[in-house]
């Protein structure tokens, strides 16, 4: 689900560069040409470029989705027959239902047309729309991913900045400790162990969280259902947050330390400014820079849903559809599921470009 | 100090968050006066509600309780018994069945007639969408009518002795002959129109569903007023469910889910023979259905002397007792287990193949596949060794352990085995229809009437020439085999059929294209002080969750406890929760606020 820790601020930064000599083209006649044209035509120009790229790539993803999960052995209509009892007319007709007696290329444009009409095909364990089932579950992951990126994304921009700023000190150390042990943690043990402990109750502890999903048989209406679905969210958001968070701490900091040996940081403080507002003003606006193409590329990964602590908590999200999918298998939802996420990253990273460009006028002028 | 009132919001916030969850779940959870109310957990979730295309076992078993069958397996014997059918007779040719259906009414008060089962199986039979979940069962209709509202005519091509153990449930038609496309029908709409013991009120996708029990079902109105079926992905955490009381009972747990609520004093756990036989197939020389030779399974396995020598060197006692922790009953038998008491085939005397490696010796030994310099034995052409394929599935423990021990064994025989380990999609098209394997592991949960699973042993079952699986479990093909399963198929004399289904299991033992390992038990738990009683199918030591029937829920009974009893013990847990809770973040907020001011007098220069 997430870059290994250690790769994590490089690869932001080969990122934000590669993306920057990508729109190259686009990007250099607005900084070569007259003053006067301006940044709001060559930001557009940009954004263009950007946009082209992102559509050639969904079509990649379109057509690498189709054949890749053709090459995937086994004929999928004996993997979902397997333990049924079934005839082989029944298989005809099976194959006939999924369009895998036609040819390949005739399948590949009926599987393109289909693509771009938001059709994904049919789950063959539900026998239901996939967007249709992708939609009900987009729901419950933004709600639990969503909140659990936000908290996560505060608690590591604000424990890193102050670990950068009380760089090597104990809070330094404990804190970016802290966060190194949890992001070693096996999610599934983790979701475990809290399930274990505030679900069911230990010693003196009451099993004051549910032990499963969203929602309970007799759930309340109305306001008190908000507060229902949010009891429920405590347990699986905080394991979510206790293991990603350390990702932003880490490239907060780094980024941030950076910064504070900057002269301007230097120059900033000898106009006597607090050091709160050298930090809040000056480095931390410049540090946050990284942090946004990060914290963009896991808005994209938002929609796969976080597979394993779903699945601990049985949360009806994306990422226990897929779970599920793969278990089945079913491959019309694992292939639906798939292209929803590359496209998602695929948006979300441009944007982080284009907002990039509009963030850090050192972008611009590169 | 504007941000130090907005630490303190964002502090009242974050506790006003924490107390209200407890608040309101006390609220919420409390059931109405006298309402006795059963909570199943089950780790897999509803694929459809429709009955004509649901295949996963919690959904079949929800509609084995919404709607009655022609047919329903005895309490005591399994042997069909009336469900909405009363009673039934067969033409002398046995290509006829005439059922006279009971008087009885829907859950809507619409009654209920020889129309709507006539209505449900004609669909099957002429719509290829409902054919999904039981088009075979239908396969050999030639039609069906009803004469009046009460009789019910079935005509068969061949016969059929499995009649009686007809898989469909019988649909209301005023509801359902309004459905256009049954492919597409979600059957959502609640409550739902019923005949069984229980009405499903609510669905909530991918969480729970809600029954109710039918006032006006015919057996009468069973004693616990609602059922939910609630779902969880992970069996630890129904586990931890269960102990806590968020949930009264888990059915079909596996040994590691089952072990770990050893010794919890409120919960019974329920360890019972089970439906399922584990089994090897030997690949026995593969071929198509047309006998085209198909695959590269090892040409000693071809042999019968091999296969036998091979069921001598299995130690069944042990393999039950290490790779399923004692959790089930070694096989003395084939591949149907002993649960089914009348079909039960067990070996005795010279007929059963104990496990004697020295035997296995002799008989390879005495085949004339002489031992090398390694102890690795060779055809008797002397061309190639018995070196051959165990294939088991990835990430499945037990089946490593499993290939562990018969390597092991197989060595001492003079077999060299290595272990192959697939994907399943690639297990089921080697082991089922491109024939890649010599040894393979497989297993079938069997139904109360056992014909399908032979029906997987079948010439036919084995894959057509364009290489298409068409369901064999074994490739086997023989002639005694085929005629004793024609026979048992129109045999409609019970005792008859029984003596040639066992005549069967013999063939297959002796043969040994399939040699049954172990029968895996039932497990399932529930808790004493939530269920005062359930009476199992069949009654003596059967299964709960998971049988060809309603039986068990049908008899359940709550016990005693008042239904609130789980919400009362958690408020008290609430209001301590929202104590620590409190506690924990007010001292977090202080340290906040006396850092911050330590931090602003500190910055002040």
Known sequence: MTAPLGAAPGGVHGGVHGGVQDGGPAAGPAAGGPERTGAGRGLLRYALAKLGGALLSVAMVVVATFFLFRLIPGDPTVAYTRDVPVSPEQLALLRRQMGLDRPLPEQFLDFVARALRGDLGTSYEYRRPVAELIAERLGPTLLLVGTGLAVAVTLGLWQGTRAAWNHGGRLDRFSTGVSLTLWSVPTFWLGLLLLMVFAAGVGPIPGFFPTRGMEDVDAPDGPLYALHVAHHLVLPCLTLVAVVYAQYLVVMRSSLLEEIGQDYVTTARAKGLRDAQVRRRHAVPNALLPTVTLVFLHIGLVVQGAVTTETVYSWPGLGLLFYEAIKGPDFAVMQGTFMVLCVAVIVMNTLADVLYHVLDPRVRSA | ?605
Request: hydrophobic share 40%.
């Open chain 2, 1 to 605: 100090m504007t941000r130090l009132g907005a630490r303190l919001a964002a502090l009242g916030l974050a506790l006003a968050m924490a107390a209200l969850p407890a608040a309101q779940a006390q609220a919420a959870r409390e059931p109405e006066a006298g309402r006795r109310i059963v909570r199943l957990g089950a780790t897999q979730a509803i694929d459809s509600m429709n009955p004509f295309l649901a295949v996963r076992v919690v959904s079949t078993q929800i509609h084995r309780w919404m709607y009655g069958y022609l047919t329903v397996p005895d309490s005591k014997t399994l042997r069909p018994a009336p469900d909405l059918a009363e009673s039934w007779e067969t033409s002398d040719d046995g290509l006829t069945w005439t059922f006279k259906i009971r008087d009885t009414r829907w859950s809507d008060g619409t009654p209920l007639t020889a129309r709507d089962a006539a209505w449900t199986l004609n669909k099957i039979m002429t719509d290829d969408a409902a054919k999904t979940a039981n088009g075979p069962a239908v396969e050999n209709f030639e039609s069906v009518a009803a004469a009046d509202d009460r009789t019910l005519v079935i005509r068969t091509k061949k016969p059929q002795a499995s009649m009686l153990e007809l898989p469909v449930p019988i649909l209301p038609r005023h509801v359902w002959e309004k459905v256009g496309d049954i492919g597409a029908h979600e059957a959502e709409q609640y409550p739902a129109v019923a005949s069984g013991p229980y009405i499903a009120v609510e669905h909530v996708k991918n969480a729970y569903v809600k029954l109710k029990a039918n006032p006006s079902y015919w057996r009468g109105a069973p004693a616990v007023d609602e059922l939910h079926v609630v779902f969880y992905e992970n069996p630890e955490a129904a586990n931890v469910g269960l102990r806590k009381g968020d949930i009264d009972w888990i059915g079909r747990m596996d040994g590691a889910q089952f072990e770990a609520l050893a010794g919890d004093p409120a919960i019974v756990r329920w360890n019972t023979s089970g439906r399922r036989a584990v089994y090897l197939q030997l690949n026995p020389g593969a071929a198509t259905a047309g006998g085209e030779p198909i695959g590269d399974g090892h040409p000693a396995l071809k042999d019968v002397r091999v296969r036998r020598a091979i069921h001598h060197a299995i130690d069944k006692k042990t393999l039950a007792e290490q790779v399923q922790n004692g959790l089930a009953v070694p096989a003395d038998g084939s591949i149907v287990p002993p649960m089914y008491k009348e079909f039960f085939w067990r070996a005795e005397g010279d007929a059963a193949v104990s496990y004697d490696p020295a035997e296995a010796n002799r008989i390879l030994d005495e085949a004339g596949y002489r031992k090398g310099a390694d102890g690795v034995r060779t055809m008797p052409d002397g061309k190639r060794r018995l070196e051959m394929r165990f294939s088991i599935h990835t990430d499945a423990p037990a089946e490593d352990k499993l290939a562990q021990f018969l390597t092991g064994w197989l060595k001492e025989i003079g077999i060299a085995l290595t272990t192959r380990r697939l994907d399943s999609n690639k297990f089921t098209e080697e082991t089922g229809s491109t024939a890649l394997y010599d040894i393979a592991i497989s297993g079938w949960s069997v139904n109360p009437d056992p014909e399908e699973v032979f029906a997987t042993h079948l010439c036919s079952r084995r894959p057509t020439a364009s290489g298409e699986g068409g369901g064999t479990e074994s490739f086997y093909c023989d002639e005694e085999f085929e005629k004793l399963y024609q026979e048992q198929l129109s045999e409609l004399d019970r005792a008859e059929r029984v003596e040639i289904v066992k005549r069967m299991q013999e063939k297959l033992y002796t043969d040994a294209p399939v040699i049954a390992l172990y029968y895996p038990n039932n497990l399932e738990a529930y808790r004493k002080d939530r269920i005062a009683s359930i009476t199992p199918i069949p009654e003596d030591r059967g299964i709960l969750y998971g049988g060809s029937s309603y039986w068990p829920v049908y008899t359940l009974r709550a016990a005693a406890a008042p239904a609130g009893a789980g919400s009362g013990g958690m408020s008290t847990a609430a209001v301590a929760g929202i104590a620590a809770g409190a506690a924990v973040l007010l001292g977090a907020g202080g340290f906040l606020l006396a850092r911050r001011r330590r931090a602003t007098a500190d910055e002040r220069e």
